[in-house]
């Protein structure tokens, strides 16, 4: 082992936590202000293609837990289903629907249908990106 490979495994399981919570402080930001479902989803499969980097893809595949198809799959059905509940309400297909709630820690808190899309792109994304990059790391191997 080479000391850019010490380097690089040290930095990546330092990195890795870092970057998966960022991408989840972006999604959650994302309907407010700049960002959401699709750059967090670039940034949280950014930080799974680090680890693979500096590891092999059965040890990535173990992190992730989940194949990536079915990551993607699930993500289009839950943007889909996030457009449903303003037909429920008299409104058209994907019309935001809120609903303000009062959480112990929060208080106040208003959740809407638009994060429920951008957590279904976010997941669509991760598995997209994720599903081309390892079938490219296990065709080299």
Same mark, same amino acid.
Not at 2 to 25: A, H, Q
Not at 63 to 82: E, K, Q, Y
Not at 98 to 113: A, Q, Y
């Given at each position: 082992?080479?000391?850019?490979?010490? *380097?690089?495994?040290?930095?990546?399981?330092? !990195? !890795?936590?870092? !970057?998966? /919570?960022?991408? %989840?402080?972006?999604?959650?930001?994302? &309907?407010?202000?700049?960002?959401?479902?699709?750059?967090?989803?670039? %940034?949280?499969?950014?930080? %799974?293609?680090? &680890? !693979?980097?500096?590891?092999?893809?059965?040890?990535?595949?173990?992190?992730? &837990?989940?194949?990536?198809?079915?990551?993607?799959?699930?993500?289009?059905?839950?943007?889909?289903?996030?457009?449903?509940?303003?037909?429920?309400?008299?409104?058209?297909?994907?019309?935001?629907?809120?609903?303000?709630?009062?959480?112990?820690?929060?208080? $106040?808190?208003?959740?809407?249908?638009?994060?429920?899309?951008?957590?279904? *792109?976010?997941?669509?994304?991760?598995?997209? %990106?994720?599903? /081309?990059?390892?079938?490219?790391? $296990?065709? $080299?191997?």
């Amino acid at each position: 082992m080479n000391s850019l490979s010490l *380097v690089l495994r040290t930095t990546g399981y330092f !990195l !890795l936590p870092l !970057l998966l /919570i960022f991408s %989840v402080f972006l999604l959650l930001r994302g &309907h407010d202000e700049p960002g959401g479902g699709f750059i967090a989803g670039l %940034v949280a499969a950014a930080a %799974v293609c680090l &680890h !693979l980097f500096f590891t092999d893809v059965p040890s990535t595949r173990k992190l992730i &837990h989940i194949d990536p198809r079915d990551l993607l799959g699930w993500g289009l059905f839950l943007a889909t289903v996030s457009g449903v509940p303003g037909v429920f309400m008299g409104d058209a297909f994907f019309t935001s629907q809120w609903v303000e709630l009062t959480l112990p820690i929060l208080g $106040e808190t208003k959740l809407g249908t638009p994060l429920l899309f951008d957590i279904g *792109v976010y997941a669509v994304v991760i598995g997209t %990106v994720l599903t /081309i990059v390892l079938s490219l790391a $296990e065709a $080299e191997e």
